[in-house]
């Protein structure tokens, strides 16, 4: 079995290649700029980037399974993942795991993951949907420089509570669903083993790090008015706020035993990740 993983250098995706080559499997890990060395005889570094169709090709070559992390800075991201499915470039593909995000289908039409649903389920494919929560990644990734500057964590959130997961977690699944029989045509709610608010998931930070940290909740408009400081575009506002909107209505809440049924693993915990972690928020 050989997969293209894109976005092999992300959360999700560096976590999939690991968990695939651990399973036995080869890998082309896909990115823009990728390097010429890889970690592991298995890997092959490979050139894909969707808004540069001549790069498909050989990114696919002799590949019979895909992991897509889709184009959502692309301008017209909602069509690429039809495309490239019916490319006669991916002739070869058998299966077919796609990142989504949970609760895809009551989210604003901005938001493309639905479209990427709907074109996985129609490429003939072995398909298989994953719809993860938020990822405890964002506390060491996108959220990290706030919460060590500021000590403070700003989102839209209230008291919301979301069973938070580790990409770890979501790229073992992805691994077993790319590498075994008997995920075609499912679609995993993937989550971490307990609920939390924000103000709770910064309390574990806070005890992990040895800092005093707060979780400050903002009204929709001020988070807009943040992003667009930020230099975000007004579409990806509007997805932000609709997965805020879900967050509201008590969407990310439960938790699933996606992760114990599909891997035979216990979901690992926000504690574990801020133990592991401590150092990025001091
Ligand atoms: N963050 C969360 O909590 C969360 C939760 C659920 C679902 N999701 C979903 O996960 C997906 C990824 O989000 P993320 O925040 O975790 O990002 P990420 O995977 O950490 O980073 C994005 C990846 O996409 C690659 N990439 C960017 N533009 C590309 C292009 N034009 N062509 C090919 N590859 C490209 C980047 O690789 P290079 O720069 O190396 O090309 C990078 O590896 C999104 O669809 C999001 O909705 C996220």
């Known amino acids: 079995m050989t997969v293209l993983v894109i976005g092999a250098t992300g959360k999700t995706g560096r976590a999939v290649v690991e968990a695939l080559v651990a399973r036995g499997a080869k890998v082309a890990a896909g990115s823009r700029t990728p390097g010429t060395e890889a970690a592991d005889a298995a890997v092959r570094p490979v050139r894909f ?21 889709g184009p959502t800075g692309e301008p017209v991201g909602e069509v690429l993942v039809g ?35 709907r074109d996985v389920r129609a490429s003939g494919k072995d398909w298989t949907i994953l719809r993860p929560n938020w990822f405890h990644q964002n506390f060491g990734g ?72 707060a979780f400050r909740p903002i009204s929709h408009e001020q988070a807009a008015e943040n992003l667009r400081t930020a230099g ?29 049924r599909v891997t035979g693993g216990a979901a690992r915990s926000l504690d574990a990740y801020a133990a592991e972690n401590a150092d990025v928020w001091r």
């Open 232 to 260: 975000v575009g007004e579409r990806a506002i509007i997805w932000q706020r609709g997965l805020y909107d879900l967050m509201l209505e008590g969407t990310n809440a439960p938790v699933t035993d996606v992760v114990e």
């Open 83 to 117: 495309e490239l499915l019916a490319d006669p470039v991916a002739a070869g593909l058998r299966r077919v795991v796609l990142l989504s995000v949970l609760g895809a289908d009551r989210l604003p039409p901005e938001v493309m993951m639905a479209d990427w649903e």
């Open 49 to 69: 980037d969707w808004a540069d169709r001549a790069s498909w090709a050989p990114a696919l070559d002799g590949v019979d399974g895909l992991y897509i992390v």
């Open 142 to 213: 996108g959220f990290a420089a706030g919460i060590r500057e500021q000590g403070v964590l700003e989102l839209p959130a209230a008291d919301a509570a979301l069973s938070f997961v580790d990409t770890r977690d979501v790229a073992e699944v992805a691994a077993v669903a790319l590498t075994e029989d008997g995920h075609a045509g499912q679609v995993y709610d993937i989550t971490g083993p307990q609920s939390l608010t924000y103000a709770e998931a910064l309390k574990t930070i806070s005890a992990a790090s040895g800092r005093e940290l």
